[in-house]
């Protein structure tokens, strides 16, 4: 059982900054894989952004590249997501995933946490 955690959420202004924080705990010794998805009202859960926990490649959307960073904490089992320069479009529940191998598909995501809001208005 793997349990994961979000936080940092809220409401910012566009062109403003939000550092969204995950939690792990559990079996996490092989969630190799740690994600960022995103799902706003009326539309699919999309990839954000993801990090492989031992070498810490990093993989994102081409909507948000180069504004945020994922990044991970070992010691803390903990990964961020750093949110730039953000947009009403960046509006949405973001999800925290893991799994063995990165994907950039939700349903290969077995492992999610219970989401955060990020509201950015114009």
């Known amino acids: 059982q793997v349990q994961l955690v979000e936080s940092g959420g809220g409401l910012v202004q566009a062109g403003g900054s939000l550092r969204l924080s995950c939690a792990a705990s559990g079996r996490t010794f092989n969630m190799y894989a740690r994600a960022w998805f995103r799902q706003a009202p009326g539309k699919e859960r999309e990839f954000v952004a993801a990090?492989?926990?031992?070498?810490?490649?990093?993989y994102y959307a081409d909507s948000v590249k180069g504004r945020f960073t994922i990044s991970r904490d070992n010691a803390k089992n903990t990964v961020y997501l750093q949110m730039n320069s953000l947009k009403p479009e960046d509006t949405a529940v973001y999800y925290c995933a893991a799994t063995m191998t990165i994907s950039t598909i939700p349903r290969n995501y077995k492992n999610w946490g219970q989401g955060t809001q990020v509201t950015v208005s114009s």
């Open positions: 990090i492989r926990w031992n070498d810490g490649s990093t």
